[in-house]
């Protein structure tokens, strides 16, 4: 635990302008990112007697090792850093909302010649209009069913919209009017475009401009005589009616705003946030996040609108945004919605009249959603703190493991052998930290020699970056730094933070050996452990009888997840370096020669078995293909092995090239 006193920055040396600041602790990990409209007092205010700290400032203050910051002009600009750099660094003291990544939005792809309307989760793209999000996907189906009646666009994916231009027949959906066929030209791209702008138009909510329209069409076919068509456009209205009512009015002055609630406790909080588009509840989603960080209702506010605005742009951030406190710096943050809407946002509380009712419901859903969070959660928390405390327990460890890396190794017959190593942090997958190895030092199978090598070069970088931040002293680092550490920033890239348990997945040589590579490197305040997986026995580095945790135990069941997820992420990467290998041709090696003339010699002579046993002339009839370059591939050809026959797994038949089987 670190003395703040010990890297307090000098009197003076502080400048009293806006800025952000960052901790960082003795890895040269940031911990901590802040804001101030004048750093030099915002700083001052860590370095008082701990005592008089609030728990959770003492904690980061006594975790860091340093501090510094970056001054900047205005309190904006202060505000789009910060962002930022939470972004980049995830320090583990600040607050952070739980990613929404999970929920659904309706999703039109203007970006493509001919729009498709889709769901679509994860991070949004440029070119795609997004409209939500919505708590289930089966919601945005059931209202772009009702819509295709009247706004008939392609929602099929390319490879079906491939296939249906090709064949020259539409879809089930183009046949019962609900998609217009671009595939088979029944539209232009223009008419598709414009039919798929104006459904995003009666999403957006001007839905009286189509209604009225349609009940005008109506009009004239019955006057007409039209009646088929006329009952056609009576269906469609009512289709549109439906999708309304799906949403009903709660802001009768068609307002577009966000309502931003929340519901906190001493140590968590939740966010509920309302989307309003139009006077109607367009779409709904929350967050509940860890107080880590000593943080009252202004501040998680602040928070909020940085994870949900931090990434939009235009009609994406509404006109208004309501919340229940408003944030220390509320003209600065207000400033910055402007800037990212590209006019006015209104920042501010609602004090009366359905704004406030409508908030109220928010907030209610905001403290329901906490309580059925801390419901789920406080087993789960039990259950890792326990499961932790009987693995340090049983390997008589000083502390319980809040980080664990496991490594395993994995290869096919001696071929392809790779490595993963994967992070667990208070019992949790932390997969950003996650890393793939390949064996470089010998060729073959053997498992001992390459977990020693994996664990030497995992720890190389760790040693590598203690000597780049001053804190290696005792002789020579070996080289082997690699590309993938921690850079000089802080930024979570490299193996500067080291694990207090490694878990190897085997049993004693394998234990031995992770041991091994540790001395030599001189590290001896990391513990070791393997899990083997026959009898499910822990190892320890020199002992000669395992260690049998009970069946029931939590601590052996982490153990086990932690050894799984590895091998599951070693297995996946072997099989992709497999495939990788698989599918290379002997017409690779040929010179010159690209993908489009490889397709025309397979095309034209139907296999590489065929092109083998074809003369140089034979070659030169295909497209495109010269006499050097048919020389060339006969040459590569004849100089390469036959690849060994394929089998069917199902059969136990041998597969020709050419497609045909023989017993």
Known sequence: ??????????????????????????????????????????????????????????????????????????????????????????????????????????????????????????????????????????????????????????????????????????????????????????????????LAEEFCDFMTGRTGTYLRRLEKQMMIAAEDMEYEKAARLRDDIEALRKAMEKNAVVLADATDADLIALAEDELEAAVQIFHVRGGRVRGQRGWVTDKVEAVDTAGLVEHALQQLYGEESGDAVPKEVLVPALPEDAAAVSQWLTGRRGSNVSLRIPQRGDKKDLMATVARNAQQALVLHKTKRASDLTTRSRALEEIAE??????????????????????????????????????????????????????????????????????????????????EVPADTGAEGRDEEGRPKRFAYPPQLVVVDGGRPQVAAARRALEELGIDDVAVCGLAKRLEEVWLPGDDDPVVLPRSSEGLYLLQRVRDTAHDFAIRYQRTKRSKRVRTSPLDAVPGLGATRKQALIKHFGSVKRLRQATIEQICEVPGMGRKTAEAVAVALAQAAPAAPAVNTATGEIMEDDGGTTA
Not at 411 to 424: I, P, R, T, Y
């Open 1 to 194: 635990m670190a003395d703040p006193s010990s890297y307090r920055p000098r009197p003076g040396q502080i400048p009293d302008s806006p800025g952000v600041y960052k901790f960082r602790d003795e890895h040269r990990r940031v911990i901590y990112v802040g804001k101030a409209k004048s750093l030099r007092q915002r700083l001052a205010n860590y370095f008082q007697p701990l005592a008089s700290l609030h728990p959770r400032t003492a904690t980061m203050v006594t975790t860091a090792a340093s501090v510094e910051w970056t001054v900047v002009s205005t309190e904006v600009e202060a505000l789009q850093l910060e962002y930022s750099w939470i972004k980049e660094f995830d320090p583990r003291f600040n607050v952070k909302y739980r990613d929404d990544k999970s929920y659904p939005y309706l999703a039109v792809t203007l970006n493509e010649e001919f729009p498709r309307v889709q769901v679509m989760r994860g991070h949004k793209k440029k070119g795609v209009r997004y409209f939500g999000p919505y708590a289930h996907a089966w919601a945005i189906r059931e209202t772009v069913d009702l819509l295709l009646r009247v706004f008939p666009v392609r929602t099929c994916s390319a490879g079906v919209f491939r296939n249906a231009a090709s064949a020259g027949r539409p879809c089930l959906l183009g046949y019962i009017g609900k998609c217009s066929a671009p595939c088979v030209g029944r539209v232009t791209p223009e008419e598709h475009a414009e």
């Open 394 to 475: 049983a390997l008589d460890l000083d502390s319980a493991p809040l980080r664990i890396e496991c490594f395993d190794v994995s290869h096919l017959q001696g071929e392809d052998v790779v490595a993963s190593m994967v992070v667990f942090e208070d019992g949790l997958p932390r997969k950003s930290e996650y890393r793939r190895f390949q064996i470089k030092g010998f060729e073959g199978q053997d498992d001992v020699r390459s977990m020693h090598e994996v664990i030497s070069r995992r720890f190389r970088r760790y040693l590598a970056e203690k000597e780049k931040t001053g804190e290696w002293v005792d002789g």
